[in-house]
Structures are given as structure tokens and as C-alpha cells.
């Protein structure tokens, strides 16, 4: 057989439904964050985003980072869209829809500019040569663990700081109530 023959994978090959599997979550993501922006109700583009985060989730562990993937799904489904649904619900209602710029080009501008940016990053995707990246390390929670234990326990503290100050905040926001 000659070595410079390239066989293309069947669908039903391991190397096939691997691709499937990512077209699945990049369709995924795609979908969700299409409900996210053109929903004309809150709480649909909110369904919409966790969509998306899932997605985004499924991609992370389709690029073999589960504990990646499990904190998309802990802290932007979990936390995240379920913040922006309780602020959605205590927020007063609008007494009347705004609606944004419009006119006759507003829309064939904007799917314009879409079309440019996807084929010019298809094409950019299509041609760049991509090297295979050395393994640092096995990316299991135990090295992650001892990693933000040791290596970065002073970033892993900051953060920690900064999440008590976003805390605190919303706690005195929240204190003044819908009318203040």
C-alpha cells in the first residue's frame, strides 16, 4: 500500500464518530447561543445560554479535560445562568419594550459581517498547520489539586478574596430590595 494515500474514516469508524461526537457538541454550542442571542424573552435566552454552557462543557471533555468540563458545567450552569434566572425574576418588569437600532440593512450588515468572520476563520482553521501538543501532565483532580495547593496557593487565594468582595456586594445590593 502506498504510504501517501490518505483513506478518509468511515462514519462508523472510531476516528468517524470521534468527529461526529465534536460536530454534535460544536452544534450544540452553536444552537444554544443562537436561542441565547435572538430569543425575545429573557428567560429563553437564559435556556439558551445553558444550552450553549453545555456544549461548551461537552468540548472541554471531548478535548480530554474532565474536571475542566465538570466546572463549566458547577460554576456557568450551576451558579452562572442559575444567578442570571434569579435576577431576571426579582427584576421589575419593564413597562414598555425597547427595542434596538433598526432599518433596511441593519440585518443583511450584521449576517455580512457573520459570513466574512466565519469564512475568514474556516479558511485560517483550514490551512494552519496544527502540531500536536506535548502532554504536560495527566489533567486528573488529584494533580490539579496539589497543583492549587502548592504551585498556586496565592492565586488560589485571590480568588477566593475576590469571590467574598463579589459576595459581600450583592449582599448589599440585595439588602436595598427592589426599590432602592
Do not use: H
Not at 2 to 21: E, R
Not at 167 to 176: E, F, K, P, Q, S
Amino acid at each position: 500500500m502506498n504510504p501517501s494515500m490518505v483513506i478518509s474514516p468511515s462514519f462508523f469508524s472510531v476516528d468517524g464518530l470521534v468527529g461526529a461526537v465534536f460536530l454534535i457538541m460544536v452544534a450544540i454550542t452553536l444552537i444554544g447561543g443562537l436561542i441565547a442571542c435572538n430569543s425575545e424573552r429573557l428567560v429563553r435566552s437564559v435556556a439558551g445560554l445553558i444550552v450553549c454552557f453545555v456544549g461548551v462543557a461537552g468540548l472541554y471533555y471531548f478535548l480530554n479535560s474532565p474536571f475542566v468540563a465538570m466546572m463549566q458545567i458547577l460554576i456557568y450552569v450551576g451558579a452562572v445562568a442559575v444567578t442570571i434566572s434569579f435576577a431576571i425574576m426579582l427584576a421589575a418588569p419593564e413597562e414598555q419594550k425597547r427595542v434596538g437600532p433598526s432599518g433596511p440593512l441593519v440585518g443583511p450588515f450584521g449576517f455580512a459581517t457573520a459570513a466574512l468572520l466565519a469564512g475568514g476563520f474556516s479558511i485560517l482553521a483550514i490551512r494552519t498547520d496544527w502540531k500536536v501538543m506535548a502532554k504536560i501532565n495527566d489533567g486528573s483532580v488529584k494533580t490539579i489539586g496539589i497543583q492549587l495547593l502548592t504551585e498556586y496557593s496565592m492565586v488560589f487565594e485571590l480568588i477566593s478574596i475576590v469571590l467574598l468582595i463579589a459576595i459581600l456586594g450583592a449582599l448589599v445590593i440585595a439588602r436595598g430590595g427592589r426599590e432602592g
